[in-house]
């Protein structure tokens, strides 16, 4: 029996508590009392330490490393935004959460922050819809489709009639619904709640293909006995702008991590990195003239005051986790199992997608 | 001396006054029901006036217009058609048929299994009798989610795929299904036939469905052997040695003599494990098969509206549950002792 597969009466038994306290939480507790700033953040802060919700099973995004602790990007997301809050990348509780229990548990206050591959869409923003809040787009992705390489299926028309696996109530179900009818092609979608049992199925032959974001396939055949056995096609079958997720009735706590991410692109873009921003800093100081850079960093202004963050929010972000372009060589880069090509996820002046707004 | 007042006998012999309300035995019952009952009311009206409060204040009211919206997921498994482009209530509703299908196959399933396995307890056939025990004893005693786990990616996910799967005359055994033949277009005959790496037959079970019905039955059989089991134990001993002394073989005395009467005691038993029956196959996410449950858990994250679609959760399996309780009791009053 795959490890993968015992892991997962947890997964299930939690889906239903967290549904349950959905329902609960919303038909017990009184109506939160409306302090002024981010009732989110002052939670945080009573609490002594942030709850992050992480996929958890995803090579390069977050996983459990060996020694216990979870590694990946997502998961040094989640360190960067308790670095600026709270003061200590360590102070982290990661929940791992299914596709499927994502929205409910972060609508729920079950956790803090969504810290996932979740892509941006109108209904999952809309107040009418999901009502959630996104933060800036944290990785510019495609839905992907991955097949054994000796199978000999090449595109999309190769899969007629054949059962695809995929993972149910996530976007990718219904772009690969769309992209097949568009196709007219007819196939047989194999729906798993989670990767947990859609890899392991897989694996094991039972699928011809299976759909997900092109850098979660990459990251889960990272994984695999024999990677170089499974391709990813050429076709892409959707975009996948994937973002942070708050809830949309704390606009507070939202922009505190809207600016928790583009600190890290700023500090790219600006050079600063884990090993000299503080030198950067005192170097600011001590040199009126480095003006952009010393309200980055802090040294005039109120920026960290004005999102109900410390002074120095910037510099302890940076600190914690390094910026943009370092996370993203440390777990998803060329030097990593997942060998991922930066793409559209280089900054804006370098051919990519990434750019932030004026620390001003 | 003064007399004693002939006054006071008599009225101690006339109807003693009666009490004042509080103290009416008559009255008192009704006065605390009464208070119980609005209590309870007064909770319900707190709770459900807090949960449309706080849903308004998230902006959550009630709605009922996504039932109507198209799911724009497939279903690849529905009894009843169904596309991408229907509204949502059909895919609950595809996911309801389901489940209701996978329900009653195990039902029987698991009675069948169960009935077996509780005479086997009985048998004169030492071997019998203990692979009877323990089968119970292993199966129930590990959960049921692990051996859904085991059957789907143990036993099933390991047959053989494509040219290699298992084939007898009519009837293909691969990893993506059972495949039997049956009647075709212009009701000709067809068998399993491989097109382009995929096997294809008038009659087709997923390995999903398999693997979901074969946990269920397994496990749902060994409690219902319990049950069967103590059944026949409670009819008395000497009911088996008047028939042994009529010349009657074992299987004829517990076919005729002893399972009509025990019938009184296993029928209500079998209700609750049933009912467990029907809640248990929500398990069926977990490998794949796509029941009720699954539907309304993409449901829910597709159109945010979380408690709608557990009410319809809890509405749909209560109604199932209610349905089986009240055809099992409606077994029981026929087969319970009448007076004649």
Known sequence: ????????????????????????????????????????????????????????????????????????????????????????????????????????????????????????????????????????????????????????????????????????????????????????????????????????????????????????????????????????????????????????????????????????????ESGLTQANVEASRAAARADASQAERRRFLGVEGDFGRQLGLPADFTLRVVKAVGNYGELFERHLGQSTPLGLDRGLNRLWNRGGLHIAPPFR | MAPVPPAEPASASATPPTPPWWRDRRVIPWVVQAVVGLLVLLLIAFLLGNLVRNLTAAGLLLSWRWLQQPAGFDISESVIPFNAQLPYWRALAAGLVNTIRAVLVSLVGATLLGTLVGMASFSHNGLLRRLARVYVEVVRNIPL?????????????????????????????????????????????????????????????????????????????????????????????????AASSLGLSWFATLRRIVLPQSLRVIVPGLNTQYISLAKNSSLAVAVGYTDLYSVAETTLNQTGRAVEVILVLLAAYLTLDLLISALMNGLNRLVQIRER
């Not at chain 1, 306290?21 to 009184?30: D, E, Q, Y």
């Open chain 2, 145 to 241: 989610l692990l051996q859904l786990v085991f059957w789907y990616f143990v036993v099933f996910l390991t047959l053989p795929n494509g040219v290699a799967a298992i084939q007898l005359p009519g009837v293909v055994l691969a990893k993506s299904g059972l495949y039997i033949a049956g009647l075709g277009e212009g009701l000709r005959w067809v068998g399993p036939t491989l097109v382009n790496g995929v096997w294809q037959s008038p009659l087709r079970l997923s390995v999903e469905f398999g693997a979901l019905l074969t946990g269920l039955i397994v496990y749902s059989g060994a409690f219902i052997a319990e049950v069967v089991r103590g059944g026949i134990a409670a009819v008395p001993k000497g009911q088996w040695e």
């Open chain 1, 1 to 268: 029996m795959s490890s993968a597969a015992l892991t997962h009466p947890a997964r299930v038994l939690s889906t239903t508590a967290l549904l349950l306290t959905a329902l609960v939480a919303l038909l017990g507790c009184a109506a939160g009392g409306g302090a002024p700033g981010s009732p989110t953040m002052a939670r945080i802060r009573e609490r002594g330490r942030l709850v992050c919700a992480v996929d958890g099973a995803v090579p390069g995004f977050s996983t459990v490393g060996p020694q216990g602790a979870f590694v990946g990007i997502d998961a040094d997301f989640c360190r960067a935004v308790a670095a600026a809050v709270l003061g200590d990348a360590r102070k982290v509780e990661f929940r791992p959460v299914t596709a499927g229990e994502r929205f409910v548990a972060l609508s729920s206050g079950e956790v803090d922050l969504l810290s996932i591959s979740s892509t941006h869409t109108l209904g999952r923003d809309a107040p009418g819809g999901n009502a959630l809040s996104f933060g800036p787009v944290f990785f510019y992705d495609g839905q992907g489709v991955m097949v054994p390489a000796a199978s000999g299926i090449r595109s999309l028309r190769d899969l007629a009639g054949k059962p695809i696996c995929v993972e149910s109530g996530t976007n990718t179900e219904l772009n690969l619904a769309d992209r097949m009818r568009e196709r007219g092609v007819a196939y047989q979608p194999l729906r798993f709640q989670s990767g947990e049992q859609a890899y392991p199925a897989y694996e094991q032959g039972r699928c011809a293909a299976i759909t997900s974001d092109s850098s979660l396939l990459a990251g889960k055949r990272s994984g695999f006995r024999n990677p170089a056995d499974h391709v990813l096609l050429s076709e892409l079958l959707s975009k996948e702008p994937s973002a942070k997720v708050t809830i949309q009735a704390d606009p507070a706590w939202a922009d505190a991590v809207r600016w928790i991410t583009y600190t890290l692109i700023q500090a790219e």
